[in-house]
């Protein structure tokens, strides 16, 4: 599957997420506790904000890069989704869905943003109130 530009309007694209899984946990983010920031405190899925025209596979892979310290190659993404994004800013958000190896998650790294990583249960996530309520259902329908 190639995940580029194409198939995508990128006008209304505004970032893109990725549904990190290993075994049957997924890899998260608590986001830092600031009260100016959308969802403080909560479990994220890696990802965040487009910069300039790159394409949503580009903006996902650079972002997790960023956030857990994780380089994956392009052809790891084995899908990927647009739907309305679940962030206060609207337009549209692409979920992406990425297996990685034990060795893997245990070599991330919290970068600049959040205050912790983990490997969380899927069920784990999908129960826990902290959890970023948007995300609970793109999983779900992600992972059917």
Do not use: N
């Amino acid at each position: 599957m190639t995940l580029d530009a194409k198939g995508w309007d990128g006008a209304d694209f505004r970032g893109a997420k990725v549904i990190l899984i290993c075994g049957d946990a997924i890899l998260v983010m608590r986001r830092d506790d600031i009260p100016t920031i959308q969802w403080p405190g909560q479990w994220d899925l890696p990802g965040g904000k487009r910069d300039g025209d790159e394409s949503p596979a580009r903006c996902v892979l650079r972002e997790l890069e960023e956030e857990t310290g994780l380089r994956l190659a392009p052809e790891r993404l084995v899908r990927g989704e647009a739907r309305p994004s679940v962030s206060r800013r609207g337009g549209i958000g692409w979920y992406f869905v990425a297996e990685i190896t034990p060795a893997e998650a245990a070599s991330v790294r919290l970068g600049d943003e959040g205050s912790e990583l983990r490997l969380m249960p899927v069920a784990e996530f999908l129960a826990d109130a902290q959890a970023i309520a948007g995300f609970k259902e793109i999983l779900r329908e992600m992972l059917d």
